[in-house]
């Protein structure tokens, strides 16, 4: 059974920054062709994806905000880290954590997270 | 960015109703398509994978089809738990981007 949580602060200031980390269980993400990816959604506007973290340790990244974002993982603790540079109220978001896998058409995210909101404000 | 369009962005429909939500793609993503169901405040949940193939445990009333730019959901007879948010989100290359969404509600 896969699972993905969630974990960090609700409230950061602007300018700070964010760090989420994404614990799991149920797979392992040295397995080839797994990976972790990172969507946001603020609150009742579509979903944003931001970064990805495959087993191989390739990552990729929003390029509207790569520059803000660094994704990592430790395979040891099951975990992927996210973190986010320079917060602003617009990134005011539920963020998602999820599990997914490459297939011979395409990568899909077949399991999430329940999400955490994370509110920018002074 | 490869941009998707997801059309309507709204419907109202009646139990029963077979329900076609669209999404376009602003170039070919051969069938590079996912589809996801998000239930209010609740997380998004996997529907079909590479525009039509039905992810497990999801009930046959809900079809995927296209490739290249235009691609279909359809939901053949809606049930009652079908009423939600539909996004479709292309894996052809990075930013894997996601449609804007289409909210199905109750008529």
């Known amino acids: 059974q896969i699972t993905l949580k969630e974990s960090g602060p609700t409230l950061v200031k602007p300018t700070q920054a964010l760090t989420l980390t994404c614990t799991f269980s149920?797979?392992?993400?040295?397995?080839?062709?797994?990976?972790v990816g990172w969507i946001r959604q603020p609150p009742g506007k579509a979903l944003e994806w931001l970064a990805l973290?495959?087993?191989?340790?390739?990552?990729r990244y929003s390029p509207s905000l790569k520059s803000r974002l660094t994704i990592s993982k430790d395979t040891s603790k099951n975990q992927v880290v996210l973190t986010m540079t320079n917060m602003d109220p617009v990134d005011t978001a539920t963020y998602y954590c999820?599990?997914?896998?490459?297939?011979?058409?395409?990568?899909?995210?077949?399991?999430w997270g329940q999400g955490t909101l994370v509110t920018v404000s002074s | 960015d490869i941009q998707m369009t997801q059309s309507p962005s709204s419907l109202s429909a009646s139990v029963g109703d077979r329900v076609t939500i669209t999404c376009r793609a602003s170039?070919?993503?051969?069938?590079?398509l996912n589809w996801y169901q998000q239930k209010p405040g609740k997380a998004p949940k996997l529907l079909i994978r590479?525009?039509?193939s039905l992810q497990s445990g999801v009930p046959s009333r809900f079809s995927g089809s296209g490739s290249g730019t235009d691609f279909t959901l359809t939901i053949s007879s809606l049930q009652p738990e079908d009423f939600a948010t539909y996004y479709c989100?292309?894996?052809?290359?990075?930013?894997?981007?996601f449609g804007q969404g289409t909210k199905v509600e109750i008529k």
């Open positions: 999820a599990y997914g896998k490459m297939w011979q058409l395409g990568f899909s995210f077949d399991y």
């Open positions: 149920g797979f392992s993400l040295s397995t080839s062709g797994v990976g």
């Open positions: 973290i495959y087993w191989d340790d390739d990552k």
């Open positions: 170039q070919s993503i051969r069938s590079y």
């Open positions: 590479a525009a039509s």
């Open positions: 989100q292309q894996s052809y290359n990075t930013p894997q981007t």
